[in-house]
């Protein structure tokens, strides 16, 4: 062991150049001091809706990250919307960004399915829609009723799903969720500043013009 001081001052070095490069460096790239214009903030009920989302573990089937043109599989091409920047994600703290894609990509969900109805009979049995749909129920954000409330939210289901001589009612958490995938919409334009940030390893295809990224 009498290496022992090259051994030590080695592994710090290695250590301080990964922190450098993974942390550091990224950090400073991805900095975003405004948040584009067109995106608001969360409201409250959003933001309960969100803490559904991470609870109930959305985002271990669900990625927030449409692909870029560059990228293997494009996904604007899929109706995804249009490669993500970082101020898309000013107010995610943290990001949903999400490894996994056993189901698509929810970034822009409320832009091609806005019905609050499709999102409440979806969550309580997605076989109610496509009966290929390997995605859990959440029946336990739902509530078996006899008789209806005044401003109970009830769960339209084909009759082959309707539990005999009962209402499905969406409690509190199910509309919470709803209202949080009702505000995943980020296909505004965005701009080429904002493009560049993104990996230039993932850089546009040659003769791709910045409005087929979404670019202003
Ligand atoms: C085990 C994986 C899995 C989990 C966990 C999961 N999903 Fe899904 N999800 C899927 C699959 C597969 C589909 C495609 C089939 C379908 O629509 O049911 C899907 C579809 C969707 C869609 C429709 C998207 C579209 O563009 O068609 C929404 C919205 C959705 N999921 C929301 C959620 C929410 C919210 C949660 C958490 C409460 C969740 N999912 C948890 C697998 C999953």
């Not at 933001?47 to 985002?59: E, S």
């Not at 954000?141 to 799903?161: C, N, T």
């Amino acid at each position: 062991m009498n290496r022992l001081l090259p051994l030590l001052i080695g592994a710090i070095g290695v250590l301080l150049l990964a922190t450098l490069m993974l942390v550091i460096l990224p950090a400073w790239q991805l900095r975003t001091s405004e948040p584009p214009a067109p995106l608001k903030p969360y409201t409250v009920q959003q933001l309960q809706g969100r803490d559904q989302y991470v609870a109930n573990g959305c985002l271990y089937c669900h990625s927030q990250q449409p692909r870029s043109s560059g990228q293997t599989l494009f996904d604007t091409a899929r109706g995804w919307g249009r490669a993500s920047t970082p101020g898309d994600y000013f107010y995610d703290s943290p990001h949903l960004l999400g490894t996994m894609r056993t189901g698509p990509d929810l970034f822009n969900v409320a832009a091609r399915m806005k019905s609050r109805d499709w999102h409440l009979t979806h969550l309580y049995q997605p076989r109610a829609i496509f009966d290929w749909s390997l995605m859990p129920s959440y029946p336990y954000m739902f509530e078996l009723k006899a008789q209806l409330e005044p401003g109970d939210v009830l769960v339209r289901l084909p009759e082959s799903l309707q539990p005999e001589g009962k209402h499905v009612v969406a409690r509190q958490e199910a509309l919470d969720l709803v209202e949080y995938l009702l505000a995943l919409d980020r296909t505004y334009a965005t701009t080429s500043q904002e493009l560049d940030k993104r990996d230039r390893g993932y850089d546009r295809r040659p003769g791709e013009t910045l409005m087929d990224s979404g670019a202003q």
